[in-house]
């Protein structure tokens, strides 16, 4: 089933180089996604950890309510968490990092109170038409 996910992966890369109006550049964005994956394989394989895809997490803030999707959440054997989040923007600029970090923060501090566990790393994945950037806090 490699050949599978293989032709998958790059079909999903083809539309993406096309929604990004960058067609000649599907082998790049391809290479970029695998390598995002082997950096979360590598984070993943260090330890003893279980991982959940795409968990809602929801609550309040000081006075404002908040409501997202993390895309992975690593649980660690201690029970902390990393927080990963997968970004394809074509803005990977400074600005654009803190932004997706507040994000991070946000999702971090709802997790930690709703089960009183630490979040230990947040981080971002950017994959873009150019080159594959990995912030971590």
Do not use: M, W
Not at 40 to 67: D, M, P, Q, T, W
């Amino acid at each position: 089933d490699g050949n599978i996910r293989h032709d998958k992966l790059n079909l999903l890369c083809k539309n993406h180089a096309l929604a990004q109006k960058v067609p000649d550049q599907v082998d790049l964005i391809q290479k970029n996604v695998e390598n995002a994956i082997e950096s979360v394989k590598r984070l993943i394989s260090s330890k003893n950890v279980e991982l959940l895809r795409e968990v809602n997490v929801f609550g309040s803030i000081g006075a404002y309510n908040y409501e997202g999707i993390v895309d992975l959440l690593i649980v660690d054997k201690e029970g902390n968490f990393s927080v990963v989040d997968y970004k394809s923007d074509e803005n990977t600029s400074e600005n654009a990092s803190k932004k997706h970090f507040q994000q991070l923060g946000i999702y971090s501090d709802l997790i930690e109170d709703l089960t009183n566990k630490k979040v230990k790393e947040k981080i971002v994945l950017f994959t873009n038409g150019e080159s594959k950037y990995y912030f971590a806090s």
